[in-house]
């Protein structure tokens, strides 16, 4: 039997233009790779130009701004290093592991780029199940709580750092995630190809639309988004995707010249140009 001193672990985080990976990108990726028993770590962290203009929303979180990114690699010159970095045979840890994924996987998928086969842990999943009962299951609150640090910089390595601590006091002190040898009888274990949405033809009240995304042609929609007054836009849409019940179209959006997505809930009229 093989205990945790024998795996090697990566723990990663991104940092995007946004929360949701079908309409956000990456901006940067960071990783430590390390020991449960020791300090010595290798680190990975590059910024990625995300082809579009971050919001000052949220370079207000992670202070990483249009300037920094603007000479940066593209997502799949990044994800191909990030890839690398972590090798065939590591373990890779996340802190909301399923947020990373998404983005990481969105942005293979849109490179066409294979699905790395690591199994992935999620800290958050980890402390629910080992560590019950705390105020908080935040990065900052576990790191506060266990005396890691008292502040979050909510960037890549500093944040990768901060899972590791998080990792190596989880299995320095629970001996059942030390001694097993199948972690996915005590722990939640994913893989990246299952950020994956399921591609879905649109309902037969849109079949204008689901040629358009079949045929690439142009369509004019009305579109509802959050909190802001309907407007009009023309689309030209590249592939629908179902989560649940809800439809999402990805389209390049003419009014913004880049690709967007859209949730077809929100298309209040549309036609075909």
């Known amino acids: 039997m093989s205990d945790a001193s024998d795996r090697i672990f990566v723990a990663f985080d991104t940092e995007t233009t946004g929360l949701w990976a079908l309409s956000h990108k990456i901006v940067e990726i960071a990783a430590v790779k390390f020991r449960i028993d020791s300090d010595t770590t290798e680190e990975f962290q590059t910024f990625v130009n995300p082809g579009r203009p971050i919001p000052v929303e949220v370079t207000a979180i992670h202070g990483i701004t249009d300037e920094m990114v603007a000479n940066a690699p593209d997502s799949a010159s990044a994800l191909t290093s990030f890839v690398k970095f972590c090798g065939a045979d590591s373990w890779l840890v996340a802190h909301n592991a399923p947020f990373d994924m998404s983005f990481v996987g969105n942005e293979l998928e849109r490179a066409g780029m294979p699905y790395p086969e690591n199994p992935i842990l999620d800290t958050v999943d980890i402390y629910h199940r080992h560590f ?128 967007r997505t859209f949730r077809l809930d929100r298309i209040l009229s549309y036609r075909l140009v």
């Open 132 to 259: 019950p009962g705390l105020f908080s299951y935040s990065l900052l609150s576990l790191a506060r709580h266990f005396g890691f640090a008292q502040s979050q910089e909510h960037r890549g390595l500093s944040d990768s750092q901060l899972v590791r601590y998080l990792v190596q006091h989880a299995f320095r002190t629970i001996d059942t995630l030390r001694e097993s040898d199948d972690l996915s009888t005590i722990a939640s274990v994913y893989r990246m190809s299952q950020w994956r949405p399921e591609p879905s033809p649109l309902p037969a009240a849109f079949a204008d639309l689901d040629r358009a995304v079949q045929l690439g042609l142009a369509v004019e929609i009305v579109y509802q988004a959050t909190n802001a007054t309907p407007s009009g836009r023309t689309i030209r849409p590249i592939q629908v995707y179902q989560l649940g019940q809800i439809h999402y179209i990805v389209a390049f959006c003419e009014k913004v010249q880049a690709e």
